[in-house]
C-alpha cells in the first residue's frame, strides 16, 4: 500500500448513504464490462442534493457531467458521521473508485461500506479523530499520510490525526480480501 | 465457568469451530447459505471469475440462493441481461434455489407480468422469499448481498449483508471474516396493541437510537411483547436493524418459530440456540408496548421519529404499501381491514413482498382465512377501497428504473410502509418520504394527510393462518 495519497478534497456532509453515492437506477451496469463500467465514475455522488454537493458552498458537481467525462477532480472525500449508511451495494465504494477516488475520510462509517471498502480494495477508509467536514473545504490540496495517520490540509497549513486503521490494516495493504487470502495462504 | 454469551456470539462461535466469541475478536465462520439477486449477483459472479478463474465451482451449489427481484418490470434491457447472467451461472453451477422470473426475457419491451401468482417459478422480493422456501432456520448463518439480509435474524439466526466482494469470497470457499459485534438488548413488555404493528416498535427503537446507533452492533429483541408478534411482524423489526446500523438483529426462538421452520425447512436438521441469563449487553432499553403510540418516520431520514397525531397538518401525494418491511401477507391484512369499505383520497399503490403473498391476497378474506366462494378476497378489498395492486417485488421502495410501478418521479410527498426514506430513495430527490406502519399508511390513505390508525381500529385485527405454514 501507498503511505501517501495527495490530492483534492471533496467535502460532504453527515448520513451520506449509498442512494446518494450511486442511485439505485444506476446499479444496474456491468462492473466488469471496461466501458459500461466508466457509468459508475460518471454517475458517482449524484444523488446528494444540490446544496449539500462539495461544502462548505455546495452545488459543485463531484464528476463534471460532460459528455465521455466519468472522472472526478477529486481524489479525497471528507465526511461526517456515519459515511455509507443504507444498502450493502459494493457499487457505492466502486464508483468513488471508478471515478479516481483514492481515501474517504470520515468521522465514523456504517458498517457495510467500510468493509466494502476494504475487502475490495476500492478505497481506503480512515477515520478521523475530529470532525473535518467544517474544516476542510471542497478543492483545498490534501495529503493522507497512511504511516503518521496524519491529514494534512496544504492549502491552510493545518494538520489532524486520524485513527490506525487496526485490524483492518493487513486487507488494506494486502489490497483486499481477496489478495490477502492468497498471501495468508487461504486460498 | 463458561462466559455467558448471547445468542449471536454462540452462533458465531459454534460456526468458527470455537467454545467462545468475544465481542470485538476478528473471527472466519462456515456460512449455512449464501443468497443473492439480480442487482448484486452480476457484480458478484464478475468477481468470482475474476478471483477463481472462469471454470472455478462454487462452494456447494446446494447453499446458494438466486432470488431476483429487484429490476424485474421494467422494459430496461440492461436489467434483462442481468436476469440472463443470473442464469447462466444458474447452469453453469448447478444451482439448486433459483426463482427464475420466467417472463423476463432477453428482448426489448415491458415484461408481461405472471397471471397466476401460483403458476410462476418467480417469487419476488428475497427476504420473503427465503423463509417461505424453506432457506432459514434459527442457528445458522446467513450472507445475502443486500443490507435487510438481516430480516432473517427473526428465525433466531445470525443473517447480515455483504458486499459482492465478500459474497464471491464466500461463493469460493464457504467462509468469510466477522468481527464479533457487541450485543444491544431491547426489551418489549405487554402485549401488541390492535392499533400498532411492529413498524412501530422498529422506528421507536431508530428513533432513540439513531440511524448510526448501532453501528457494528447486534440488536437483540426480547420480552413478551416480541413473543406477542406474529413471525411476520418480527421479521419487520428484524428487517430495520439496518437502519440504525446494526451489523444483525436478533429474536428469541418459540413455538411460532419452530412450527413455521419445521414445515418449510429444506434441510431436517439445526440447532436452536438461546440467550443465557447473564450474558453482557452494551447498551438496553426497555419499552411497554401499552404506552408506545403509532409513529412515523419523516424525510429524509429513519430516525426522524415523530408521532402520527403530531402530523396532521402533512399533506400527502400519495401512499404506498409494499416491500419486504411491508408487503407480507400481515401487511395486507392490516391495510385491507382498515381500508374494508372506504375509498382512499390518494393515489394508493399496493405491492405483494412475494407471489406467495398475492397468492394470499387472492385466496384469502381480510380475516386471514381462506374465503366462502362470494365472500371478498384482501386484494379485492384493496381494489375497492381504490388501491392499485402491482406485480410482487422490489418495485419503488428503492425508486429503480424510471417506468417502476409506483415510483415517485416527481416531488411528492409518500407514506410509505418501506423502510428507507433518504433524499432518492423512492425515485425523486424531492420526494419527502414518510415512513409508517401499514395501518398509518392506510388510514392516511384515506384522509389525505398523515393520520394516527386508532382513529378506525380499536378491535384486535385477526390474521387467521396468515403467514404461517
Ligand atoms: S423491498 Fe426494498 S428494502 Fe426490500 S430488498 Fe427490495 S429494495 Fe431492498
Known amino acids: 500500500m501507498q503511505t501517501s495519497i495527495r490530492g483534492k478534497a471533496y467535502v460532504l456532509g453527515d448520513d451520506i448513504d449509498t442512494d446518494q453515492i450511486i442511485p439505485a437506477e444506476h446499479l444496474i451496469y456491468s462492473m466488469t464490462d471496461p466501458e459500461e463500467r466508466k457509468l459508475y465514475g460518471k454517475y458517482a455522488n449524484i444523488g446528494v442534493p444540490a446544496g449539500q454537493r462539495g461544502l ?13 467525462n466519468s472522472v472526478s477532480d477529486y481524489q479525497i472525500i471528507i465526511g461526517g458521521k456515519n459515511f455509507g449508511c443504507g444498502s450493502s451495494r459494493e457499487h457505492a465504494p466502486f464508483a468513488l473508485a471508478e471515478a479516481g477516488a483514492k481515501a474517504v475520510i470520515a468521522e465514523f462509517y456504517a458498517r457495510i461500506f467500510y468493509r466494502n471498502c476494504v475487502n475490495g480494495g476500492f478505497l481506503v477508509p480512515c477515520e478521523a479523530t475530529q470532525r473535518l467536514v467544517d474544516e476542510i473545504s471542497t478543492g483545498d490540496d490534501v495529503e493522507v499520510d497512511l504511516a503518521a495517520c496524519k491529514l494534512i490540509d496544504h492549502t491552510t497549513g493545518k494538520t489532524y490525526d486520524l485513527k490506525e486503521l487496526g485490524d483492518v490494516k493487513p486487507i488494506i495493504d494486502a489490497g483486499g480480501v481477496f489478495a490477502y487470502a492468497k498471501q495468508a495462504g487461504m486460498l | 465457568m463458561a462466559r455467558k454469551m448471547t445468542m449471536t456470539e454462540k452462533i458465531l462461535a459454534r460456526h468458527a469451530g ?5 465481542p470485538g475478536e476478528n473471527i472466519w465462520v462456515d456460512v449455512d447459505v449464501l443468497m443473492t439477486h439480480d442487482v448484486c449477483g452480476p457484480g458478484t459472479i464478475g468477481i468470482f471469475h475474476q478471483q477463481y478463474g472462469k471454470d472455478a465451482k462454487v462452494w456447494d451449489p446446494s447453499r446458494v440462493v438466486i432470488i431476483p427481484d429487484h429490476y424485474i418490470f421494467t422494459a430496461n434491457e440492461i436489467c434483462h441481461r442481468n436476469v440472463q447472467i443470473l442464469r447462466d451461472f444458474v447452469r453453469e453451477q448447478g444451482i439448486q434455489y433459483y426463482y427464475d422470473p420466467e417472463f423476463v426475457k432477453n428482448e426489448p419491451g415491458m415484461p408481461n407480468p405472471y397471471r397466476d401468482p401460483t403458476k410462476t417459478n418467480y417469487k419476488g422480493v428475497c427476504h420473503k422469499a427465503l423463509p417461505e422456501e424453506g432457506h432459514l432456520r434459527p442457528g445458522e448463518i446467513l450472507l445475502g448481498t443486500d443490507s435487510h439480509t438481516c430480516t432473517a435474524g427473526a428465525f ?8 459482492n466482494t465478500d ?10 471474516w466477522l468481527k464479533v459485534p457487541p450485543t444491544m438488548k431491547f426489551t418489549f413488555h405487554g402485549q401488541i396493541p390492535p392499533y400498532l404493528t411492529a413498524k412501530d416498535l422498529i422506528l421507536a427503537v431508530i428513533g432513540q437510537i439513531s440511524v448510526s446507533g448501532a453501528t457494528y452492533k447486534s440488536m437483540y429483541f426480547t420480552g413478551e411483547g416480541i413473543g406477542s408478534l406474529t413471525l411476520e411482524d418480527r421479521m419487520t423489526l428484524t428487517n430495520m436493524a439496518i437502519e440504525a446500523g446494526g451489523k444483525n438483529g436478533i429474536c428469541d426462538v418459540d413455538q411460532k418459530t419452530l412450527d413455521y421452520v419445521k414445515a418449510r425447512s429444506n434441510r431436517p436438521e439445526w440447532e436452536v440456540v438461546t440467550e443465557d441469563e447473564g450474558a453482557e449487553y452494551c447498551y438496553e432499553h426497555e419499552w411497554d408496548l401499552g404506552t408506545l403510540e403509532p409513529l412515523v418516520a419523516k424525510p429524509h431520514s429513519p430516525d426522524n421519529k415523530d408521532l402520527a397525531r403530531n402530523c396532521t397538518d402533512v399533506k400527502l401525494d400519495r401512499a404506498y404499501i409494499g416491500s419486504c418491511t411491508g408487503g407480507k401477507i400481515t401487511d395486507m ?37 381462506l374465503k366462502a366462494g362470494d365472500e371478498k378476497s384482501i386484494q379485492q378489498t384493496l381494489e375497492d377501497a381504490g388501491c392499485q395492486v402491482g406485480p410482487s417485488g422490489c418495485a419503488a421502495c428503492l425508486g429503480g428504473p424510471a417506468d417502476t410501478f409506483g415510483r415517485l418521479n416527481e416531488p411528492l410527498n409518500c407514506i410509505s410502509t418501506t423502510n428507507r426514506n433518504f433524499p432518492g430513495r423512492m425515485g425523486h430527490k424531492e420526494a419527502g418520504v414518510y415512513l409508517a406502519s401499514p395501518l398509518t399508511v392506510a388510514a392516511s390513505a384515506l384522509t389525505g394527510h398523515v393520520t394516527d390508525p386508532r382513529e378506525y381500529v380499536s378491535e384486535p ?8 405454514v
Open chain 1, 56 to 68: 462548505p458552498d455546495g452545488n459543485i458537481p463531484f464528476v463534471e457531467q460532460t459528455e465521455g
Open chain 2, 18 to 22: 470455537k467454545a467462545d466469541a468475544t
Open chain 2, 156 to 163: 433466531g439466526q445470525f443473517a447480515t449483508g455483504v458486499g
Open chain 2, 167 to 176: 459474497a464471491a469470497f464466500t461463493l469460493g470457499t464457504g467462509k468469510t
Open chain 2, 333 to 369: 391484512i392490516m391495510a385491507a381491514s382498515l381500508l374494508n369499505g372506504h375509498n382512499v383520497k390518494i393515489p394508493t399503490f399496493v405491492v405483494p413482498g412475494s407471489t406467495e403473498v398475492h397468492a394470499d391476497m387472492q385466496r384469502l378474506n381480510i380475516r386471514g382465512e
Open chain 2, 461 to 468: 385485527i385477526a390474521t387467521g393462518t396468515a403467514g404461517l
